[in-house]
């Protein structure tokens, strides 16, 4: 799914899963766009980016601070390169894990505290960390990312993802998905 949220008058969070069935294949850095569109299907702008391609489930990408320039977001699209390839290897799932998840605050302002850890030998640094919060319909309502400078070997952290105004929905689901490369 690729969907616009508001999260100020006029500004919005651009949230997209990039879905990969492939658990034995990933994408080097990808480059993508994110279209927004309003009612009347025009064009109201668009982010670029480029991420990684995680083998068997959903890359979460993330853009913050999208202005509508007054414009009311009805859609938004996500486009890879069509000639986008994956790669196939034999290893084992190198992301970090989690283990707790507290959500607070919902009719305020909106804290969720997430407690990271790495099992794996390499230290992970500038890693990026989507929250996705969904609504008890299973629709994405809420995002938030945030960067973790370093986690090193068998190290734990709690990492923090806030909101500026309260959530006008019951929380339902919530992802929380590192974007680390493969390998």
């Known amino acids: 799914f690729t969907r616009p949220i508001l999260v100020l008058p006029g500004v919005y969070t651009l949230v997209s899963y990039l879905t990969n ?12 766009t994110i279209r927004v569109f309003d009612a009347k299907n025009i064009l109201i702008g668009e982010k670029t980016g480029s991420t990684y391609i995680m083998p068997g489930g959903s890359t979460p990408i993330v853009e913050t601070g999208f202005k509508s320039g007054g414009r009311e977001p009805a859609r938004a699209v996500l486009s890879i390169p069509e000639d986008t390839k994956l790669i196939r290897f034999r290893g084992d799932d190198n992301r970090p894990t989690i283990s707790r998840r507290i ?11 997430v407690t990271m850890s790495n099992p794996h030998l390499e230290e992970f640094s500038e890693l990026e960390v989507a929250a996705i919060v969904f609504d008890t319909s299973g629709n994405a309502r809420a995002a938030s990312v945030t960067v973790i400078k370093s986690l090193k070997s068998d190290e734990s952290k709690t990492v923090v993802f806030t909101w500026p105004t309260p959530f006008g929905f019951t929380p339902g689901r919530i992802d929380v998905l590192p974007r680390v490369s493969p390998l």
């Open 21 to 32: 069935p492939n658990a034995d294949a990933y994408g080097e850095v990808t480059p993508y």
């Open 103 to 113: 959500l607070s605050d919902e009719t305020t302002l909106p804290r969720l505290e």
